[in-house]
């Protein structure tokens, strides 16, 4: 094995067609796509065409991780896996970002990034130990649960090996199915189906040492005692034990021994991220949608109990997104109070939402394509369409069309979110988090919670550093929003080739210094030490805008149309923000020097966002009146082989 700084040295292309496994070097993508997304996109944008459907041989699923997995105390041991999802409306490139181990694995084993492309004649699993790699026989997993057949290749590999499997829902091609990995990360798009598609059941990652070596071992241990001190009551996910589902669990609950941090590989620090214990004896992850889906709708029932647990295992068993299915019984339970479902027609007792027999029903039938549960399979969007108007009128104002999912941290109420959505194949969780998670922390300290630091002087210099302006982060204004988009997908784009957690980065806040402004340069910092490459944040910066630029040609070539396209669901338009019921019913945002402003009742105006698109495409590069990348500004990118391609593609222009 060839190890370079920070990298394995090599990506290993699997045809499962031809049943050919072959290596190739890294170096070719690592200079001017650092690893992760970057890998994913352009070797999407090489190898694929644009008619190629989800589940055809062509589709190639690309798993990468970036060149800080497998070193401490850094939070940048994640991976993605990118290529083009079922999930989206219509069919688009879209990407899936995963925690847990199995990323530094594949590091430690010899490998950067896999490249799955055809499909086999009957089921394999790919076998990948210490740099070898080889295809087996996985008819006896076929129909197996996620979680099952991770224990059944440990005990023929042994314990040591790291697991990404599918479910029955992957093996039966459910949009929304979903590749379940070690520790039960887990990510959306439904490349599970995509897995399923090519009879690819799991991919086993194994190995005898954990050697990443990085290019100034001195200054890398020095940064990463840096960041534990900045990380040391900083952030509020890593403050309280288990405040992000304060809201959904009981008191006596979130001290309860049976709820145990458990930390991604190199992680340093953890967040809320647990494994909960269920009476019953069953473990599993406990975190963010995954940890609290279920738990509305079983209160329902009654007293607080482990069913919105046993709920989130049944779907990693199965190898269901989470998000998808709480839509689907968000929808469902409308559909039912609006009489258009009943539990004899659809054959899942919908009237006993919230109860262990419902969620164990649908999962089952959905994943088994079992009935309706067929119908559901191909995703809330569709289902509504075959079961007529009146159900399309239950996922009215509250759905993202693009991915029949809810609409997280939308525009109505933060503005800049509206360029990353009108942008993006998918909400865009890590671009989301950057403006919400400040937001969050501003209005700690506007209700003087204790140790709150954010304040109003604090959020403005930090816009002003992060986000190019004070007007970025002051709500009652459409100035400074362009900007702030640019700035932060660029700086997203990096984070998600260097695959460092966005729970973690980029430590815009800091608890123990005299402004509590981060640094900017740290994630530059950590990317000099480990490869050796010194940069300074604007170019490092660059290199986000390449992919993102690149992403941007990919979803021209495969459909998306420009400024046409790039627009925002209609409701955002016309129909004020609701009252929510949380603690901050009006959604109140910083305004102009220090004002809380409210932003509940407001809608995006049309107006005022078409000029915020003129200003984006300006400081993208982009043709104001089509939303196509300009020559010059591929150019100027380092992208002259794309600038090629598109005239063979010949996108629209
Ligand atoms: S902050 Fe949480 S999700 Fe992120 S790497 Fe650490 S443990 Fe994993």
Redesign the pocket.
Do not use: E, Q
């Given at each position: 094995m060839s190890n370079t700084y920070g990298y394995a040295g090599s990506i290993l292309q699997v045809d499962l067609s031809q049943g050919d496994l072959v290596s190739l070097p890294t170096k070719e993508y690592a200079d001017r796509f650092v690893g992760g997304r970057g890998f994913a996109a352009k070797i999407y944008w090489d190898s694929s065409a644009p008619e190629h459907k989800a589940y055809d041989p062509q589709n190639r699923l690309i798993f990468a991780n970036g060149p800080l997995a497998g070193f401490p105390g850094l939070?940048g041991s994640?991976w993605q896996v990118c290529g083009k999802s079922p999930g989206i409306i219509p069919e688009f490139f879209s990407y899936a970002n995963f925690?847990g181990s199995w990323g530094a694995w594949l590091k430690f084993a010899g490998y950067d990034a896999v490249i799955i492309e055809g499909i086999s004649d009957t089921p394999v699993y790919l076998l990948i130990q210490d740099g070898k790699a080889e295809l087996k026989e996985a008819s006896f997993l076929w129909g197996k649960g996620a979680l099952e057949v991770r224990e059944m290749l440990k005990g023929i590999h042994g314990k040591s090996i790291r697991v990404a499997a599918i479910g029955p829902a992957g093996d039966n091609k459910a949009v929304m199915a979903n590749i379940i990995a070690e520790d039960d990360s887990s990510g959306s798009c439904g490349f599970g189906a995509v897995m399923g598609s090519k009879k690819l059941k799991a991919i086993a990652v194994g190995t005898s040492e954990r050697n990443v070596i990085a290019a100034n071992p001195e200054k890398l241990q020095e940064l990463i005692r840096h960041i534990r001190r900045l990380k040391k009551d900083s952030r509020f996910i890593f403050a309280g034990p288990h405040r992000m589902w304060s809201a959904y669990v009981p008191e006596n609950l979130k001290l309860n021994p049976k709820l145990k941090k458990s930390?991604?590989y190199g992680?340093g620090s953890?967040?809320t991220?647990a494994t909960y214990e269920a009476e019953n004896g069953q473990k599993g992850k406990y975190l963010c949608v995954a940890a609290v889906f279920y738990a509305d709708p079983s209160k329902q029932i009654g007293a607080w109990n482990d069913v919105h647990f046993h709920a989130s295992r049944l779907c990693n068993e199965y190898g269901l997104d989470v998000f998808s299915i709480a839509t689907i019984i968000g929808w469902l339970h409308k559909c039912y109070r609006a009489g258009i479902v009943t539990d004899e027609k659809i054959g899942i007792p919908i009237s006993k939402i919230g109860s262990l027999e419902f969620i164990d029903t649908l999962v089952k039938q959905l994943s088994l394509r079992q009935g309706f549960g067929d119908v559901l399979a191909l995703g809330v969007m569709r289902a509504a369409d075959k079961l007529g108007s009146a159900a399309k009128k239950q996922l009215e104002n509250w759905i993202y069309p693009r991915t029949g999912t809810p609409y997280p941290y939308q525009p109505r109420k933060f503005i800049i979110t509206g360029l990353s959505f009108m942008t993006e194949p998918r909400a865009p969780m890590p671009q989301l988090h950057e403006i919400v998670f400040p937001i969050h922390l501003w209005w700690d300290w506007c209700n003087k919670i204790e140790g709150a630091y954010v304040s109003d002087e604090v959020i403005r210099s930090l816009s002003k550093k992060f986000f190019g302006s004070e007007d970025a982060l002051d709500f009652s204004t459409y100035e400074g929003k362009a900007l702030a988009a640019k700035q932060l997908q660029d700086r997203v784009y990096v984070k998600e080739c260097l695959n460092l957690?966005d729970?973690?980065w980029p430590m815009m806040d800091v608890k123990h210094s005299q402004d509590h402004v981060g640094d900017r340069s740290l994630p530059s910092k950590v990317f000099a030490a480990v490869t050796g490459r010194e940069m300074e944040v604007q170019e490092l910066d660059s290199i986000g805008e390449r992919i993102f630029n690149l992403q941007r040609a990919i979803l021209l070539r495969e459909g998306h149309e420009g400024r046409k396209d790039d627009v925002l669901p209609e409701f955002d338009y016309t129909v004020p923000l609701p009252k929510t019921s949380g603690s901050d019913p009006k959604s109140s945002m910083p305004g102009k020097n220090g004002e809380v402003i409210y932003r509940q009742g407001m809608v995006v105006d049309r107006e005022k966002f078409e000029k915020m698109k003129d200003e984006y495409y300006q400081l993208r590069g982009w043709d104001l009146k089509t939303g196509y990348i300009q020559e010059d500004t591929l150019q100027k990118l380092g992208l002259e082989d794309v600038a090629v391609q598109k005239k063979v593609y010949k996108y629209r222009e």
């Open positions: 939070a994640r925690g930390t991604c992680c953890g967040c991220r957690c729970f973690a």
